[in-house]
């Protein structure tokens, strides 16, 4: 296990749109490396950085052409290698996105396996036997190949899955079992193009739908197994080098496949959407939201199996938002997203934050989709530096998203002359955070709640962090002695015993004796 994850707070940078350095109205490498210091100052000392590979951009790069060439709109490799240099020099890690469950279907496997003449990349992909042969339970393009047979796309159209082979098969003319050579060959490709890039300093990957790889794989044996294979190899020769999953089963994930994080996502039945959205289609109402419809209980019933489960193995990554998903801004206003990030990262696991996310970035509504992001395209707007022209991402005439009009955005340059801002809780918190081994990724922790009651908090460490959504003033007793005030927002009073808190507030406090529980001794 890599021990700098333990410390570790995360920056997204969606790269189109993070800072545009020869006016083509595109971010690129360069800009990043020129904003390495921003990113540092804010106490992130990690980046994943979304696919910067060559691509037609039918999916924003996650519809991969070459996979060990960065896309020319973002600079060279020798750029990224120097990207890696630079943060490295900084005391930062830069993790890649790996996409493994598909490529574009322009990448060159992907232009041999679908001729009629047959080559070592016929079963890279997994096409059916013949045109005539659509079982509809498979997503699939049909008709459309020189070579007779149709082909399983893994997400959008543009995206064809690659062959890991099948668990269950059930249609033998065609599936392959995943021991066959064609698939483990797939396998092999895929570790070949970590070793490059591992080889040239990247100090790990995000994995791009992780428990996509084999078919028909319900309980996701088959796929766990070929990352077991994978985090074999990292752990032999780059023992450094570490792994978060886009898979949303911690279980799954980090204890059988080997992962050292999962992501916590808005995936159905996950704890995410019933703390940081309005809710789920069964009635549970985000916690955050000041209505107080919210029920905590709807969270630790959904995470605190996965915690206990996983929390030897790996972490848990809670993130701000992620370029998938409409940011805070659209549900919460900022009182209530301020304690959302509270909660983020003060959490165990490795916090992530999304560019933008710290200064408060609005969603922006009915945009035209570019690149694939159809709704997504709103939480994927070019980054707000300063005042000056679009508003300080680019110098070129026309951005290839437009930049907020709004003539209150917020920038990096307004935020940072607030004491008000979303930019100085997160600054302030990811600092104690850093300050503290009893906040890092590994630290323990205890829920202090009960079930449909505000406040809510947790122990951990020699640290109290509770929270009051409520859109009016509450209380909470602690049962403790020493108790000091560390952190606040809002306002609030405490006391040994019991805490006050005016509406949707939050405060750190740290003690010399608690009991989280009646039964609990001092
Ligand atoms: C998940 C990525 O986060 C998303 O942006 C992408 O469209 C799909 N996977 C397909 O690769």
Not at 24 to 36: F, H, T
Not at 266 to 292: A, V
Request: hydrophobic share 35%; proline share 5%.
């Amino acid at each position: 296990m890599p021990q700098w994850l333990n410390d570790s707070v995360f920056y997204e940078i969606y790269p189109q749109s993070f800072y545009d350095t020869n006016g083509d109205g595109i971010g690129d490498i360069n800009g990043i490396i020129e904003k390495l210091d921003y990113v540092k100052g804010l106490g992130c000392n990690a980046i994943w950085l979304n696919p910067v590979y060559d691509s037609p951009f039918m999916d924003a790069g996650y519809d991969v052409r070459d996979y060990k060439n960065v896309a020319p709109r973002y600079g060279t490799n020798d750029d990224l290698v120097r990207l890696f240099d630079e943060a490295h020099k900084k005391g930062m890690k830069i993790l890649l996105d790996l996409v493994p469950g598909h490529t574009s279907d322009t990448h060159p496997w992907f232009l041999e396996s679908k001729k009629a003449q047959k080559s070592e990349y016929t079963n890279r992909y997994i096409f059916t036997k013949s045109v005539w042969d659509a079982p509809p339970q498979y997503r699939m393009m049909c008709g459309i190949c020189e070579r007779d047979g149709n082909y399983l796309v893994n997400y959008f159209s543009s995206q064809p899955a690659l062959n890991y082979g099948f668990h269950e098969i059930t249609h033998p003319e065609w599936q392959l079992p995943c021991d066959h050579p064609d698939c483990l060959a797939t396998v092999e490709a895929i570790k070949d193009i970590m070793r490059f890039w591992l080889d040239k300093g990247a100090d790990g990957f995000r994995v791009d739908m992780a428990d996509s790889l084999v078919k028909n794989d319900d309980e996701k044996v088959a796929t766990a197994k070929i990352w077991r294979g994978i985090r074999e190899m990292l752990d032999k020769d780059y023992p450094e080098a570490a792994m978060v999953a886009e898979w949303c089963n911690p279980e799954r994930a980090i204890n059988n496949a080997g992962f050292h994080m999962d992501f916590y996502l808005d995936h159905h039945g996950n704890g995410y959407s019933r703390l940081f959205r309005y809710g789920d289609d069964e009635g549970n109402k985000g916690i955050f939201n000041p209505n107080g419809k919210g029920d905590i209980k709807n969270f630790t019933d959904e995470y605190l199996p996965a915690y206990e489960l996983s929390k030897n193995n790996g972490y848990i990554s809670f993130m701000t938002n992620n370029h998938d998903m409409p940011r805070m801004t659209h549900y919460f206003g900022m009182d209530a997203i301020k304690l959302a990030y509270a909660m983020i990262f003060t959490m165990p696991g490795v916090p992530f934050l999304y560019y933008g996310d710290e200064i408060g970035m609005k969603y922006q509504e009915n945009l035209v989709s570019k690149e694939g992001g159809f709704s997504r395209t709103g939480s994927r707007t070019p980054m707000q530096w300063n005042s000056g022209k679009n508003l300080g991402f680019s110098a070129g005439d026309t951005p290839y998203l437009p930049v907020d009009t709004d003539e209150n955005a917020p920038t990096v340059e307004n935020q940072q002359n607030n004491p008000d801002s979303i930019y100085k809780v997160v600054t302030d918190i990811i600092a104690i955070r850093h300050a503290n081994d009893d906040l890092h990724g590994n630290g323990d922790f205890e829920m202090i709640f009960e079930p449909g009651k505000f406040p809510f908090g947790y122990k951990r460490g020699k640290f109290v962090m509770l929270f009051n959504p409520l859109g009016k003033d509450s209380e909470i007793e602690i049962n403790a002695k020493g108790v000091k005030k560390v952190y606040e927002i809002g306002t609030t009073e405490v006391a040994d015993n019991k805490v006050k808190m005016s509406a949707q507030s939050f405060v750190t406090v740290s003690y010399t004796h608690l009991r989280a529980h009646e039964t609990d001794s001092y």
